[in-house]
């Protein structure tokens, strides 16, 4: 049966979430130990959760039947879970990739000085009228009708 595989982006991170699946050698112990019992913030650090995602997210399809896709996506940084699955670029060439687009990312902006938020039951109509008087916030992504 023919389908296609959509892999997540960084946010979808969680401690715990390397239980149960085969990781030893795709990433270190130390970022290993961070997935499985954190701490929360440093996991979700971009260094540690962008890696800690991709490793996951091909982790997960390894142990899946999903093994032959028709097609493949990735919304941002699952761009690259889908070129390992398409067998565009290796899984070791992926985590290279992603461990120095999260280094620029994190470095781009200094830590505390930005933040994001998820508005949910909201139109993005209401959602900027309520920023339109605080200065360089923003609406940056619309999800969809409530989101």
């Not at 490793?55 to 028709?70: D, H, K, Q, R, V």
């Not at 280094?103 to 830590?111: C, D, L, V, W």
Request: hydrophobic fraction near 45%; include cysteine; glycine fraction near 10%.
């Amino acid at each position: 049966m023919a389908h296609c595989l959509i892999f997540p982006g960084q946010g979808t991170q969680f401690q715990g979430m390397a239980s149960g699946l085969s990781l030893s050698g795709i990433v270190s112990s130390r970022l290993l130990s961070l997935m499985e019992h954190g701490p929360e913030e440093e996991l979700n650090r971009t260094t540690n959760a962008q890696p800690a995602v991709l490793a996951a997210s091909i982790a997960l399809w390894n142990s899946s039947s999903f093994s032959e896709p028709e097609m493949v996506m990735g919304h941002s940084l699952g761009e690259y879970s889908a070129l390992v699955a398409a067998g565009a670029i290796s899984l070791k060439d992926a985590i290279s990739l992603v461990e120095a687009r999260a280094i620029y990312m994190e470095e781009a902006q200094p830590k505390g000085t930005t933040g994001m938020a998820a508005v949910l039951e909201m139109s993005a109509e209401k959602a900027k009228d309520a920023l339109k008087d605080i200065g360089d916030v923003w609406v940056a992504n619309l999800n969809g009708g409530g989101q």
